[in-house]
Structures are given as C-alpha cells and as structure tokens.
C-alpha cells in the first residue's frame, strides 16, 4: 500500500507514548517518504518530539476536537495502538479511510480491525504485538528494530537546570522511581528501604528519587546524601536525570522506559502486568513473582488478591541484590 501522510495514535499514559516510538520508527523506516503525524497526550508531547515524527498531535480527552481534525484532515491511514474510542473517532471524523488497529469497543469506527487476543498479547513485547495487529489488518509487515525506544534530547537550558539539581559526583548514582500509575504495581518501600541500606555497604553509591508531582506527596525512605527530584522536573529533565545515572530501580512505569530510551542500565519490578509485554528488551533486566493471578492488568487489578499485593511483596531483598550484581554487567 501506498499512504504518502500515516497517523499513529496512542492515547494511553505517558509510558506507552514512549514504548510506541519504536513502532513508530519502524513505520518510518518502512515508509521513508510519508508524513507521520503522532497524536499524544499533551503531558508527552515533549518527550516524543523526534527527528523522524514530522508532527505531534497533542490530544486527551476533554479537549476541543476540530483543530485535531483539521490537523489529520484526509490522511491516508490511522494506526491505533491503543484502545481509546476517540483514536478511532477522530481519524473517522477526518474522514481518514483506513483506520486499523484492536477493534475493542469501537468497530463501527474501525475500517480494519482484528479482536485483541488476551492471551498472546501477554506473552508478545507490546510493540511486536502491534506490529502483528497492524500486519493482519491491511497486511503491511513492518521494518526495523521494534524494542528500540527514543525520547527527544533536553534542550541546552534543561540541561544546565539538571545541572543544578543534580551535581556531579564520584559516587555511583542509582535512580529509583518507587511508585506507579497503579498501588499495587509498586514494590513495597519496606523492600526499596532494605536495599538502599544494603547497597550502601557495599556500594559508594547515592540514590536519586525520581517521579511526578503527585509522587512527591508520598512517604518514602531516603537518607540526608539522597536527592529528591520527585515534581522537580519535566519529562526530558527527568530523561537527562536517568542518562546521567548509573542505573535505575522501577517498577512498570513510564521512567522505566525512558531510561530504556537514554540507554541506562534498569532492574525492573513486575508482578500485575506482564514482562514478556511490557518490560524494555534492551539495558533491562526483570524480577516476576508470577501469581497464579499474574498478570491482572486486563482484569482489574488487584481483583483477585483484594488489593493485597503479593506479587509484588513477594520479590525479596537477596534477589533484587543478587538481580543488581547481573545488572552490572550491562
């Protein structure tokens, strides 16, 4: 097929916008010439402002849709990697003729859409899933490296403001970004607490607590020679923080992704979604207590375990430890 202007949308959180730019460079490497046009949350928009994405789409729900569709008007093709009913409705509304993607709960505006299948899509990393959903529906086979992820550079000024928050050091910097879009996705502080105090007899190390403004309202343990830039940065900031880092502990959330993106060493937490979909497959290595409620991310989480987390408070001091000595070796 010929498409000379592609949208992709992905309207989930932050952390998708990221994974998805893998899916996206794939798009480009497949088609060199067409214009790609990506449509984000506006919380993303910077953060996936790429040499090869000639236009951002900012967009979430509530906003007004005519300037969107003015902005997709007649594309050639819509990609839909999420689930969301309005990345179907609008590129219906802009009167795009192929709209492909999981058909979910909005068929009548799909032109080409396959069910989602529950069971492979867990086993399958995200956007070679997609690649597949794509593939079966208008039968276009992607090219490139679909695990590479990308996140746009901080400009010069956010760069001297990292700069300032986070002063150069001898010692070996460790990012923690401890909480989640989700409770019970979050590893317990109890656990991040024993292994910060482990790690600091055996490691000339700090730690640097990264996370959104929301975060900074939580407890958590850190000692005086720690930094906490909970709410202090934006998303490139943060993404200079983590390329400046030594490494990253983290459960499934967006920092685990954009450190992926900057090439920096991350020991990931998993336990209600799955690894096989979610984990980065470069400078990435994974601790799964899988329950046999594991994953529970497309049926409510926490449903089966009543909020209780054992997932996640199953995974031990001596094996993230012992997880941190492999990781090194990255």
């Known amino acids: 097929m010929k498409f000379e202007k592609i949208l992709i949308t992905q309207q989930n959180m932050i952390g998708d916008a990221v994974i998805s730019t893998g899916f996206v460079k794939a798009v480009r490497e497949t088609f060199p010439k067409s214009k790609i046009a990506y449509m984000v949350l506006p919380e993303a928009a910077n953060l996936v402002k790429l040499p090869f994405i000639d236009e951002i789409v900012p967009y979430k729900k509530g906003m007004p849709i005519l300037p969107v569709i003015k902005k997709i008007w007649r594309y050639d093709v819509a990609l839909c990697l999420d689930f969301k009913y309005k990345s179907a409705l609008l590129p219906f509304l802009a009167m795009i003729p192929v709209r492909a993607g999981l058909t979910h709960k909005r068929k009548l505006f799909m032109s080409n859409s396959i069910a989602l299948d529950e069971v492979e899509s867990e086993q399958i990393y995200f956007n070679n899933y997609m690649a597949q959903v794509i593939e079966k529906c208008i039968g276009i086979k992607l090219q490139g490296d679909l695990t590479k992820l990308y996140v746009a550079d901080a400009t010069d000024a956010e760069k001297i403001a990292v700069d300032k928050i986070l002063p150069r050091s001898e010692k070996l910097t ?149 997880a941190f000595e492999s990781l090194k070796a990255i």
């Open 174 to 322: 460790i990012a923690i970004a401890p909480f989640t879009s989700t409770l019970i996705k979050n590893l317990p502080i109890e656990t991040y607490k024993a292994v910060m105090q482990k790690l600091r007899t055996t490691e000339n190390c700090r730690f640097v607590l990264i996370g959104g403004k929301a975060d900074a309202q939580k407890n958590f343990y850190f000692a005086e020679d720690d930094i906490d830039l909970r709410g202090k940065t934006t998303l490139t900031e943060m993404a200079e923080v983590l390329r400046r880092a030594d490494f990253l502990f983290s459960g499934c959330s967006a920092p685990l992704h954009i450190a992926a993106a900057v090439k920096t060493p991350t020991l990931a937490f998993y336990g209600p979604t799955s690894p096989l979909k979610w984990a980065p497959k470069n400078f990435c290595k994974y601790i799964y207590q899988k329950q046999e409620c594991s994953p529970c991310d497309r049926v409510g989480h926490g449903k089966f375990c009543n909020m209780n987390n054992i997932c996640m408070k199953s995974i031990e001091v001596e094996e993230i430890l012992a």
